[in-house]
């Protein structure tokens, strides 16, 4: 099974060569040298050499560092791309970035899928998200390349991306509760089993990489109610704040829109 993968910015080729798909690469910088031929992946310099070497339709994986070079990379990908072709945003993108990303490929023919993995409390899994035909091209590639995790249809284009920010919101809301537990149970005027106390409300050491900061907006955009999350994520940025290491959230490349705003 082969699949295009545009991108080296988290080993997302050597993951796929590893779950035993043939694997063709587009460095999107060219000192980039993080994929050795010697892996059994192909890199390839021009875009057209995509066209001969894989079957229609095609999978397109991508592999971008979220920001402002992310939309002129994937326009310069899909002018060559053929009608029928399918492309996976697995990132970190916001979700109202993919839905203008959606529109614009499927203005050219182009199916447009994201997927996003969740931690849950009966373990990882991951979530792929767009119309039903596209999603259907895309699962072959994606069940292989996550698994053993189960892998579910969520719902329309941009729906893994919001619910993985969701889920980011909600990691960093229980962190927070654990903590105050461990205070609270630390302040109790008496001995404690300390060891106890903190295996009930064990740390364990997860770290969103900031996009629960996008729900604060989200949910006022939206009108929707989640004061305990957004509180969460403030306290988070605060947090980051007193230690110095203060990490803004991923970039979002555009402002914000509503599915009905693409219609």
């Known amino acids: 099974m082969q699949v295009a993968v545009i991108g080296t910015a988290s080993g997302l080729a050597l993951q796929a060569q590893r779950a035993g798909l043939d694997v063709f690469v587009r460095r999107w910088r060219s000192e980039d040298r993080a994929i050795p031929e010697a892996a059994g992946i192909r890199i390839l310099p021009e875009w057209p050499a995509f066209l001969e070497c894989l079957p229609s339709p095609r999978v397109w994986l991508l592999d971008l560092v979220a920001g402002a070079d992310f939309d002129p990379i994937l326009d310069e990908a899909s002018a060559v791309m053929e009608p029928g072709d399918v492309v996976v945003d697995p990132g970190t993108s916001w979700w109202c970035d993919t839905l203008r990303r959606w ?6 023919a182009l199916w447009y899928v994201d997927a996003a993995g969740l931690t849950t409390a009966q373990g990882e899994l991951w979530l792929v998200a767009g119309e039903e035909r596209g999603v259907e091209l895309a699962l072959p590639v994606l ?121």
């Open 103 to 108: 529109r614009r490929m499927r203005h050219r």
């Open 143 to 263: 069940t292989r390349l996550v698994a053993p995790a189960p892998l579910r249809h969520i719902g329309p284009p941009a729906a893994a991306h919001y619910l993985a920010a969701v889920q980011e919101a909600v990691d960093v809301a229980l962190a927070q509760a654990r903590r105050e537990a461990v205070q609270l149970a630390e302040a109790f005027p008496g001995e404690l089993d300390q060891e106890l106390v903190r295996a009930l409300w064990p740390d364990d050491g997860s770290t969103a990489c900031g996009r629960e900061a996008w729900v604060i907006d989200d949910a006022l955009r939206l009108e929707a109610a989640a004061p305990l999350l957004s509180l969460a994520a403030v306290l988070r940025a605060a947090e980051r704040l007193e230690e110095c290491r203060s990490t803004p959230p991923p970039p979002r490349c555009g402002t914000f829109v509503t599915p009905e705003d693409l219609a």
